[in-house]
């Protein structure tokens, strides 16, 4: 058995949660070169695989690919062989600690016994713990949910994440089944911060830049917040959370969305493939306008990059100084 109790305390930080196809490593970069307040990012997930271990499996976190923003890459997986492969190319590549997801709420991840669908079998999670830790040879952080059916799965999972050696646990308080429907069960979270030893991130509903003083004010040993969806609708978010003061900056906003579409004109082929990535970013991005329903309708109807970028300066115009 390789188990043994540690509480590793650091300053309060706040993380980019990790969203798959729209917090990768050119969402990161861009931002950064934009915006501030994020002090880490956690990666989309990798998935695992056994034997040798190409740079192009983890070409979303290679430090090359990484240089704006520190990144924890994180690490989807229920074969403790693979998930070893995995997080030692990683370590060898650069990364001292790396994340295993436990909160992916998508059937076809839960179904297969992966992220929060392995939350209802704790001794699951034991014997994948005691596997692989000793055979890595960075540190480990889990991300999960409250768990897959039921937000009381994770009063099981924590006393055995309690003997294991975890940087931190980062809890999203919804069930997977939830999806991002309904509200954070807070009184669970609670529940959980009691019953951890380890390190706690909040997740959750970060939206308004009184949330993180909220939260922080109801759950005082917290030691960070992660904030996903409310960054992606509002860049500024976390400038505001840091600085009441600070105001949105429309030219800004317009000059970060022309750098992030050129850069997906650069790696990504066809409009096609651009336009899809870019129509999942206005999900979000559209909430801070004022016909924000009107504006995303538009966007989700172009099929060519000179529609696309007609819709995009008629969203813009009246904004701009």
């Known amino acids: 058995m390789h188990k043994k109790k540690r509480h590793l305390k650091f300053a309060m930080k706040r993380y980019l949660a990790p969203m798959r196809g729209l917090t990768e490593a050119v969402y990161r970069n861009t931002f950064s070169q934009y915006f501030k307040g994020i002090h880490m990012a956690i990666s989309p997930f990798i998935s695992t695989v056994n034997g040798k271990i190409s740079n192009r499996h983890i070409k979303d976190a290679l430090p090359q690919n990484n240089q704006s923003m520190p990144l924890i890459p994180q690490l989807l997986s229920k074969d403790p062989a693979g998930f070893v492969c995995v997080a030692n190319k990683l370590f060898d590549v650069g990364y001292l600690e790396i994340n295993w ?3 992916c709420p998508y059937a076809m991840v839960a179904n297969k016994v992966r992220g929060c669908g392995l939350l209802p079998y704790p001794e699951m999670i034991d014997q994948f713990l005691d596997s692989v830790l000793h055979k890595i040879s960075c540190q480990l952080s889990i991300k999960m949910r409250l768990g897959r059916f039921q937000p009381d799965e994770i009063l099981s999972v924590i006393p055995v994440l309690n003997q294991y050696p975890l940087t931190m646990v980062i809890i999203h308080p919804r069930t997977g089944i939830q999806m991002y429907d309904g509200s954070p069960d807070l009184a669970q979270f609670e529940k959980c911060l009691s019953l951890s030893k380890l390190p706690v991130i909040y997740n959750g509903d970060i939206q308004h830049y009184t ?5 922080c ?21 976390a400038e505001m959370i840091d600085d009441p003061n600070v105001h949105k900056d429309w030219n800004r906003l317009k000059d970060f969305h022309d750098e992030l579409y050129c850069q997906y004109r650069n790696i990504l082929s066809g409009p096609g493939h651009v336009l899809g990535k870019m129509k999942e970013h206005w999900k979000y991005l559209s909430q801070g306008f004022d016909d924000c329903h009107r504006i995303l309708k538009r966007i989700q109807r172009t099929s060519s990059f000179r529609q696309y970028d007609s819709c995009v300066v008629e969203a813009f115009d009246g904004y701009l100084r």
Do not use: H, T, Y
């Not at 005082?220 to 960054?231: H, L, N």
């Open 101 to 103: 997801n436990l909160g």
């Open 217 to 237: 004010k109801r759950f005082p040993s917290i030691e960070g917040i992660m904030i996903g969806r409310g960054i992606l609708a509002n860049p500024f978010l």
């Open 211 to 215: 949330d993180q003083a909220n939260i």
